[in-house]
């Protein structure tokens, strides 16, 4: 067997990293994992039951994918997924991002927010929004903010802030 050389071992491994995430749009056939993911991440997780007192659960999220309120994209790994994000049409809400650990830092969260932004933006938002934790060690702080959302001094009533971007306007395509 030929065995690759040292650079062009880490040049193959870099190329087959990035040739494996796969984002796409998110397919009922997901919910189930969309939930494992969100249990799974290294800050802020969130499990089942904690996603069921608020009133989010795989069937809610199948009524709200299905009926078109919300729209959401995956990043997949070997069919896996690896991260997601999903928002409202309505409200302009960010309703969740999520990626693995093993995941982060390869801009994986920052394609899947910018898929799901420029949708709402395509169906009118003017204005897109998020609740994150106000707590400046935690990534989504600082992610949130280099990627230009600001707060508008809201606060939710379990502390986490309000945050903000504002999108050009542009005609709609009738
Ligand atoms: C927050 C989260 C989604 C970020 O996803 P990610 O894939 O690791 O982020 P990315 O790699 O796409 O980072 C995008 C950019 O933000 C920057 N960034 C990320 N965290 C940052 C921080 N704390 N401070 C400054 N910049 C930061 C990155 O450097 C990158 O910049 P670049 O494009 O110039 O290289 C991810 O850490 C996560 O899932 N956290 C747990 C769940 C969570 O908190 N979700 C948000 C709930 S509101």
Redesign the pocket.
Known sequence: MVRPTPSRGRKAEALSTAIELVFRETRLSDIEALFEVRAR????PLSRADLAQLGITPESTAAAFGSGTIVGFVCTRDDCVV?FCSGEFDSGEILV???LPD?????????LLSSVVARLHQAGARRVW???AADPT??????YR??GWRPNGERTSNGDEILELHLPSRPRIT
């Open positions: 991440t290294r800050q802020n991260g991002l999520a990626v995941f982060e830092g390869r801009g994986i969260g920052k394609q998020l609740a994150a935690v990534r989504a702080h600082g992610f280099a990627l």
